[in-house]
C-alpha cells in the first residue's frame, strides 16, 4: 500500500503511476484508472495541496488529474502550462503522451525532443525514461527530434523558463508584504517555497538521487592468521 504524506510523496508517486500504471494501463485498454484505489488516494492528496503562486505545479497537478480521469486534451493543456514555468515533471508527461498517443497523434520524434528537455537537470528517472526511447529512434528520427527540441527550448528551456517562476515567486512575495508593513513573509511561509534558489533546489531534491562520498580512509589490512599445524607436522 502507497502512503501519501506530502507534496514530495505526491509527485512522487504520481510519475511512478504515470511511467509505469497509468500509461500502462491506458496502453492495454484496461478500465478507468482513476478507479484504482491507489490513483483516488494520491488524487486526493494532490488535491490538497497548495500552488497559489506556483505555477509549475498547478499546471503538473491539474494536469496529472485530467490525465488520470483520460481527458487527455484538458491534461495536456495544464501540462504546457507547467513546462512553460519550468516543471520537469509536465515535460517528461507530455513526451509520454506523444509516445502513447494520448490526446494527440503518437509521435516517437515529439516525445523524444520533450523526454530530452525534461532532462534538462539529469534527473536519473527521467534519463532513463528517455534513454528507453532513444533506442528505438533511427538516426533520421533522433536527428529531427534534436531539431524540435532545439524549437521547444526556446520557450520551455530553463533558460527562459525558470525566470518566469522567478518573476511569479516575486509577485508572490510583494504581495503578501503590501498589505501590512514590515510583515515578513519568511516569517509565516516556508522560505524554501518563496525563496528562487532554495526553491529550485528544493524541487531538484525530489528527484535526484544522490550520494555523498567522504574521503578515502587507508584501512589497515587484516592480521595474518597464524598457520594451523596439522598431524603431518608432528614428529
Avoid at 519550468?86 to 516517437?108: C, F, R, T, W
Avoid at 515529439?110 to 533506442?135: H, I, N, S
Avoid at 516575486?170 to 508584504?177: F, R, S, V
Wanted: glycine share 8%.
Amino acid at each position: 500500500m502507497i502512503e501519501v504524506t506530502g507534496m514530495r510523496s505526491a509527485r512522487t508517486v504520481f510519475c511512478m503511476l504515470m511511467g509505469i500504471g497509468l500509461l500502462a494501463a491506458n496502453a492495454r485498454g484496461a478500465g478507468d484508472p482513476a478507479e484504482d484505489p491507489e490513483v483516488m488516494k494520491t488524487l486526493l492528496a494532490m488535491s490538497k495541496m497548495s500552488t497559489w503562486h506556483h505555477p509549475d505545479q498547478w499546471g503538473m497537478t491539474a494536469g496529472m488529474r485530467a490525465y488520470a480521469h483520460r481527458r487527455y486534451g484538458d491534461a495536456m493543456k495544464y501540462f504546457e502550462v507547467g513546462a512553460q514555468y519550468a516543471d520537469k515533471l509536465s515535460q517528461l508527461s507530455i513526451g509520454l503522451m506523444y509516445k502513447n498517443g494520448e490526446g494527440v497523434a503518437k509521435d516517437p520524434v515529439m516525445a523524444y525532443a520533450w523526454m530530452d528537455l525534461a532532462c534538462e537537470r539529469g534527473y536519473p528517472q527521467f534519463v532513463a525514461t528517455r534513454d528507453e526511447l532513444k533506442e528505438t529512434l533511427t538516426p533520421a528520427q533522433l536527428a529531427r527530434a534534436e531539431s524540435q527540441r532545439t524549437q521547444l527550448a526556446k520557450r520551455y528551456a530553463d533558460e527562459v523558463a525558470q525566470p518566469r517562476m522567478v518573476f511569479e515567486l516575486k509577485q508572490a512575495i510583494m504581495q503578501m508584504t503590501g498589505s501590512l508593513a514590515g510583515y515578513d513573509a519568511a516569517g509565516k511561509y516556508p522560505k524554501k517555497d518563496w525563496d528562487p534558489a532554495l526553491y529550485f533546489a528544493t524541487r531538484d531534491r525530489e528527484w535526484k538521487n544522490s550520494v555523498t562520498v567522504g574521503p578515502v580512509e587507508e584501512v589497515d589490512p587484516p592480521a595474518t592468521a597464524p598457520k594451523q599445524s596439522d598431524s603431518s607436522d608432528k614428529p
